[in-house]
């Protein structure tokens, strides 16, 4: 099951500011480990959005932004437009497991 | 350009087996690491293994040992899932991604491969 804990849904109109938070603990985010992005837009494969908490991949739009602090990390979409409209999860390395990757749990973006 | 292009979709009985491939093209494939992760239907992304391909070695996540079997064929560039003793909740879509081993990001996935196990 996901160790990093994200809302279930975050929404808002066409132009607006939007955050998505992901909570991890001290064995993930709280060690030091990098938080990466991912979108998926509905019925494709995920696509990686923010690498290394902050990085976005070429072809990025600057309207996405990542941030961490302590054991928690979240991405925001400023301007948002209707293609925004996606599920996204983040991701980090938990040492805790026998070393192994950790998804967040997902958030749904609406865009009204 | 660079790209991971997997198999096509599976529909199986409980207790059969499928093999899912996983075919990379656009790179050196022994340069980076392969992951697979799990999606099931309506659910979030699990990850299930990372292999280091140029040793073959996996690291995998608790609950994919077993029935789960992760191989290469660097000859091709191909990275294999196989699932044995199907169960109905092994229904999902699998996915092949790239990346440069832990704790590094899935730069490359591939459009994924729906396995579905039904009588």
């Known amino acids: 099951q996901s160790v990093l804990t994200q809302p279930p849904s975050v929404s808002g109109a066409p132009g607006q500011r939007v955050t998505i938070s992901c909570t991890g603990s001290s064995s993930n985010i709280g060690a030091g480990y990098d938080v990466h992005w991912y979108q998926q837009l509905p019925g494709t494969a995920p696509k990686l959005l923010i690498y290394?908490?902050?990085n976005r991949p070429s072809g990025v739009p600057d309207r996405f932004s990542g941030s961490k602090s302590g054991t928690s990390a979240s991405l925001a979409i400023s301007g948002l437009q209707a293609e925004d409209e996606a599920d996204y999860y983040c991701q980090s390395y938990d040492s805790s497991l026998s070393g192994s990757y950790v998804f967040g749990t997902g958030t749904k973006v609406t865009v009204l | 350009q660079v790209q991971l292009v997997q198999s096509g979709s599976e529909l199986k009985k409980p207790g059969a087996s499928v093999k899912v491939s996983c075919k990379a093209s656009?790179?050196?494939?022994?340069?980076?690491?392969m992951n697979w992760v799990r999606q099931a239907p309506g659910q979030g992304l699990e990850w299930m293994v990372w292999?280091?391909?140029?040793?073959?070695?996996?690291t995998y996540a608790q609950g994919f040992t077993g029935r789960f079997v992760f191989s290469l064929d660097t000859s091709v560039s191909t990275a294999y899932l196989q699932i044995s003793s199907l169960k109905t909740e092994d229904t999902a879509v699998y996915y092949c991604?790239?990346?440069?081993?832990?704790?590094?990001?899935?730069?490359?996935w591939g459009q994924g491969t729906m396995v579905t196990v039904s009588s």
């Open positions: 290394d908490n902050n």
């Open positions: 991604a790239r990346g440069s081993g832990p704790p590094d990001a899935f730069e490359i």
């Open positions: 292999i280091n391909t140029n040793t073959g070695n996996p």
């Open positions: 656009g790179y050196t494939f022994t340069n980076y690491a």
